[in-house]
């Protein structure tokens, strides 16, 4: 099974940039759909964004469209999200995920398949 490590996360200013990445081992990666979700203390876990196999679809929750991105690299097994103009809401435990499947119907994969965690990297945002 998929076994996934974050990294890149820490400190940045409100308005700043950082860029977390996913590093994907065993599995073939390009049969998984993979996922970011966060999770800030006290608060229920958040699914933000996605990408199929091939980069050709993506889903992001609607309070950071057009400030996160996410994006992938087949040949590295490895998945990425470009924090742009980060808020101090999004100060959380960022988590990698995998959902075995490509691509998904619907305007978003569900939660429930993902099912790979990593161990998650702490992101800070400082006003």
């Known amino acids: 099974q998929v076994q996934l490590a974050e990294s890149g996360g820490g400190l940045v200013q409100a308005g700043g940039s950082l860029r977390l990445s996913c590093v994907a081992s065993?599995?073939?990666?390009?049969?998984?759909?993979m996922g970011w979700f966060r999770q800030a203390p006290g608060k229920e876990r958040e699914f933000v964004a996605a990408?199929?196999?091939?980069?050709?679809?993506?889903y992001y929750v609607d309070s950071v469209k057009g400030r996160f991105a996410i994006s992938r690299d087949n040949a590295k097994n490895t998945v990425y999200l470009q924090m742009n103009s980060p808020k101090p809401e999004d100060t959380a435990v960022y988590y990698c995920?995998?959902?075995?499947?490509?691509?998904?119907?619907?305007?978003?994969?569900?939660?429930?398949?993902?099912?790979?965690w990593g161990r998650g990297t702490q992101v800070t945002v400082s006003p």
């Open positions: 995920a995998a959902r075995y499947g490509g691509s998904w119907s619907g305007d978003a994969p569900a939660q429930s398949g993902f099912r790979y």
């Open positions: 065993e599995g073939t990666f390009i049969s998984y759909t």
């Open positions: 990408i199929n196999w091939n980069g050709g679809r993506e």
